[in-house]
């Protein structure tokens, strides 16, 4: 019954949780650069370049609002994990072939 009730109580949020934080305004200044051109064809075409450069593939592109969509994928395994793993069951395949002799009971 507690619960019930409990559940049917207003939540009230602090004021503070929708605020910025000071240093947000240094962030989005440091993020956001202009450029002097008034080829948006241009920019578009270069920032597309620049993330299939860095491994993105542009998946859809509006250039009447200077929109792109681009993917990565990745795989979970960082590199050289699996030589690693590798080289631990060449190190212990000769620890798990020796076999101890059996133990004989009087």
Known sequence: MSNLLIGCVAQTQPAELLQLAP???AHRAMQTRLFETKDG??????AAAVLQD???????????????????????????QDLTRFFVFLLSAPLILVQQPPIVMP
């Open 23 to 25: 240093e947000s305004a």
């Open 54 to 80: 860095l491994g993105f593939q542009v998946e859809e592109s509006v250039r009447e609002v200077g929109f792109l969509r681009a993917t990565k994928e990745r795989s979970a395994r960082e590199y050289g």
């Open 41 to 46: 064809t241009e920019l578009l075409s270069a």
